[in-house]
Nanobody, 120 residues
Framework: QVQLVESGGGLVQAGGSLRLSCAAS????????MGWYRQAPGKQRDLVAG???????NYADSVKGRFTISRDNAKNTVYLQMNSLKPDDTAVYYC??????????????WGQGTQVTVSS
C-alpha cells in the first residue's frame, strides 16, 4: 500500500558529501513524520535525523552540524544532506515514515536501505 524508495547512497572519501532522498508513494492521507536511521554491522539501528510534518527536527549528536534533514511535503519526500563525512558514518541508511491512511489508521514504513561507505 505504501512504499518508500531511497536513492543517493554510495562510496565517498572522508570529508566528502552525499545527499540521500526518500519518496513515499501509495494511498496516503498524511505523513506525520519522516526520518533517517542507520545500522552499522553488529550494531543496532539508530535514529540519525527526523522531521515532522510541521517542521520540527531532531538530530543524533554525532551528526549535528554536518547533516541536514529537509522535506517536501507536497512530494512526500525527505532528504538527508550529509557533509564532512567520516568513516564512522559508514552504515546502511534506512528511510522511515509514520503514515496516516485514508481510513485514519497509522502505520510505520521502512525503506529498503541504501549503503553509505566512507573511506579514510
Amino acid at each position: 500500500q505504501v512504499q518508500l524508495v531511497e536513492s543517493g547512497g554510495g562510496l565517498v572519501q572522508a570529508g566528502g558529501s552525499l545527499r540521500l532522498s526518500c519518496a513515499a508513494s501509495g494511498i496516503i492521507f498524511s505523513i506525520n513524520a519522516m526520518g533517517w536511521y542507520r545500522q552499522a554491522p553488529g550494531k543496532q539501528r539508530d535514529l540519525v535525523a527526523g522531521i515532522t510534518s510541521s517542521g520540527s527536527i531532531n538530530y543524533a549528536d554525532s551528526v549535528k552540524g554536518r547533516f541536514t534533514i529537509s522535506r517536501d511535503n507536497a512530494k512526500n519526500t525527505v532528504y538527508l544532506q550529509m557533509n564532512s563525512l567520516k568513516p564512522d558514518d559508514t552504515a546502511v541508511y534506512y528511510c522511515y515514515a509514520h503514515v496516516v491512511g485514508v481510513d485514519w489508521g497509522q502505520d510505520d514504513y521502512w525503506g529498503q536501505g541504501t549503503q553509505v561507505t566512507v573511506s579514510s
